[in-house]
């Protein structure tokens, strides 16, 4: 255990000078978490993807647009991977050229990203008010990042989709935002329905 101790720590030391070769065992295990259905528990790298699963969800969500094309890029990267053999990934992982390496690095990554807001509960242990707020802090860095705009991708704001589930605070919010405060004001006295 202390001859693993003192390799551990060589080991980190020669990754961290090895940016070209961190990649790699990052991309295994991240691989690994995404396309492999079993526990990957025994990884020589803590790291990890946490899929976020959506309890909440509109029930036309798995057949949307961007439903689609997230299953078709994984099935198409699924069916070239070499998945039982930690060995034959990893030398697949390194043969790919940079930009595909990237790809699949920007593919397994996807999985953990959490833009989801959830009613606080004080009993909860799940995440706090400030948490709340970093997490759709950072989603919203990452959505001007990635230029998301959401009709593009295939949403639409209708009664169903939106009036019906934004509290009338935020649909104020959002006819100031695109209309002007003179316009909220004509609709602030109104009834939500």
């Not at 202390?2 to 390799?7: I, N, P, T, V």
């Not at 790699?24 to 528990?41: C, E, H, I, Y």
């Not at 989603?139 to 959401?150: E, F």
């Amino acid at each position: 255990m202390e001859l693993a101790a003192h390799r551990t720590l060589a080991l980190r030391e020669a990754v961290g000078r090895s940016p070209e070769i961190a990649f790699a065992p990052l991309l295994l295990k991240l691989v690994g978490d995404t396309f492999r259905t079993s526990n990957s528990a025994g990884s020589c790298l803590e790291a990890s993807v946490r899929n976020v699963y959506m309890s909440a969800q509109a029930s036309d969500l798995k057949d949307s647009v961007v439903a689609k094309l997230v299953d078709e890029r994984h099935a198409a990267w699924e069916a070239d991977l070499p998945l039982g053999d930690d060995a034959a990934l990893w030398d697949y992982l390194t043969s790919l050229d940079q930009a595909s390496r990237l790809s699949r690095l920007a593919h397994c990554l996807s999985f953990g990203i959490n833009a989801l807001h959830k009613k606080l509960n004080p009993n909860d242990a799940g995440i706090s008010a400030s948490g709340l707020t970093r997490r759709m802090t950072q989603s919203d860095l990452v959505a001007h990042a990635t230029g998301l705009d959401m009709v593009e991708a295939g949403w639409e704001p209708t009664v169903d989709t939106y009036l019906n589930r934004a509290p009338k605070s935020r649909i104020l919010a959002a006819v100031r935002e695109a209309k002007g405060e003179g316009t909220a004001q004509l609709i602030e006295h109104l009834r939500k329905g």
